[in-house]
């Protein structure tokens, strides 16, 4: 089953053919606030993401070069 994701522009819901794992919304979560970041010309550069599930399950995405 498709999972749905809310558009942080648009505040539509889109559906999303990808497993929602914690690894893989973070990645998604860092490279759409990077980009919202650049389109607002905030001047802010992430250079890596930190979410938590629990308190013993963390995932970080961190941009590779």
Not at 15 to 27: A, F, G, H, R, S
Not at 38 to 47: P, Q, R, T, V
Request: aromatic share 10%.
């Amino acid at each position: 089953m498709p999972a749905l994701s809310q558009d942080i522009h648009t505040e539509r819901l889109h559906i999303i053919d990808q497993n929602p794992t914690l690894e893989w919304m973070v990645k998604y979560w860092y490279t759409e606030l990077n980009k919202a970041f650049i389109e607002e010309k905030l001047g802010i550069k992430m250079y890596s993401l930190k979410a938590s599930e629990t308190a013993k399950n963390t995932c970080e995405y961190t941009e590779e070069n």
